[in-house]
């Protein structure tokens, strides 16, 4: 995410060296202008990002921490929409309604889903609408995602008029004390009348408080273009970024805000349901800035996990007591933070570690799926007392996990270790230590 853009600031970055410097800071913006152009950033936007990098690094003087705060300025107020919503906002009466709109293929029933989730995950209670009538199998991918997600959905059997379907889901929403209602809307592979037609009638029937475009990250400057005609049709409020895990580039970002002036909202960060983010321009240029953005993280952690569990959890560490089945409990709740290249994104120092890790599947990989099946041959007891692993029983878990004794030594050693680490950091001092570390790692990456 955004991987061509940070590199570019940092390449800038490195070619002043000295403060007053005239010849360094020209080549510093002409690399920068580079990049940019590089990144899918429009033209129009490069050159004003330049402008007011520039005058704001003349008028307190040439040297790299006027320029990285120049860049950090500038590069939030291009990313902001001024007096618009940014996250998500609430009808003050509900439900709140929520038209999602956007091409076909461009990820508008994912990010829903996605989005669906996100409000759950708050102790919203929500209705998805499936109003995509025109794809095949559009209402059967939604009954599989619901089903998995405990999300209702609202659908009618053999129905061809998307209208009806929403009007219909409308009364439920208000019958059934629904938060919010999301309804999903047909794409198209390219914009066409007959598209805009239906969603400016939905647009009358459900008179939604949001209306959403989900772009496709890696659509570039096209992207933007589809944005403003789909802007001019319906007004759009908001845009969801899909895909931006696979676009290095970012340049869509910066041309919708800036182009069009319509709130970027919320950010697609792979491919599971959890990965979704709300997109704040401060917390996204801290990133792009290799300085993390543990206040996201803090928020999702707080949404996915119980605080009492959290506590007696913390007690277990503390005593050493920290066993199998606490193990598992923690991986489902990892899981649910979104993708581990996201999360390693978000902790300061350590964004350079993120493309490292994205292809790290916490319920896929090859080195899960052995802990898993390790900690599926244990009994009962094991799992609760790993003290109770002899010889004897290890041998008994390596066949029963189709493993060797070594592989299962391995593991118990490096749960042992981490066991020992987390009851380290569980006190006072151990979190002084973990904030040195988290000093230490920034400087070295």
Known sequence: MFELVSESFKSALSKIRFVDDEKALKNALETLKKSLLKADVHHKVTKELLILIENEVRKNGVGQRQFLNAIKNNLENILSVKGKNQGFVFSSKPPTIVLMTGLQGGGKT?????????????????????????????????????????????????????????????????????????????????????????????????????????????????????????????????????????????????????????????????????????????????????????????????????????????????????????????????????????????????GNLASQVKDLDLDNSKEILHIKAMISSMTPKERENPELLNNTRKRRIAEGAGLSQMEVNRFLKQFSNAAKLAKRFSGKKGMESLTQMMNQARKQF
């Open 110 to 350: 994912t990010s829903t889903m996605k989005l669906a989730n996100y409000l759950k995950l708050r102790n919203k209670k929500v209705l998805v609408a499936a109003c995509d009538l025109q794809r095949l199998a559009a209402v059967e991918q939604l009954k599989q995602l619901c089903e998995a997600h405990q999300i209702e959905l609202f659908y009618i059997e053999n129905e061809n008029n998307p209208l009806k379907v929403a009007k219909l889901a409308l009364e439920k929403a208000k019958n059934s004390m629904i938060d919010v209602l999301l309804v999903d809307t047909a794409g198209r592979l390219a914009i066409d009348e007959a598209l805009m037609h239906e969603l400016k009638e939905l647009k009358k029937i459900l008179n939604p408080d949001e209306i959403f475009y989900v772009a496709d990250a890696m659509s570039g400057q096209d992207g933007v273009k589809t944005a403003a005609s789909f802007n001019e049709a319906l007004e759009l409020s908001g845009v969801v970024l899909s895909k931006f895990d696979a676009d290095t580039k970012g340049g869509i970002a910066l041309g919708i805000a800036r182009q069009i002036g319509i709130p970027l909202r919320f950010i697609g960060v792979g491919e599971k349901v959890a990965d979704l983010e709300l997109f704040i321009p401060d917390r996204i240029v801290s990133r792009i800035m290799g300085e993390g953005d543990l206040a996201t993280l803090a928020e999702k952690t707080a949404a996915v996990i119980d605080e009492k569990e959290a506590k007696i959890l913390s007690q277990k560490i503390k005593k050493g007591a920290f066993n199998f089945n606490d193990f598992l409990t923690q991986m489902e709740s990892v899981k649910k933070l979104g993708s581990m290249k996201s999360i390693v994104g978000m902790i300061p120092g350590l």
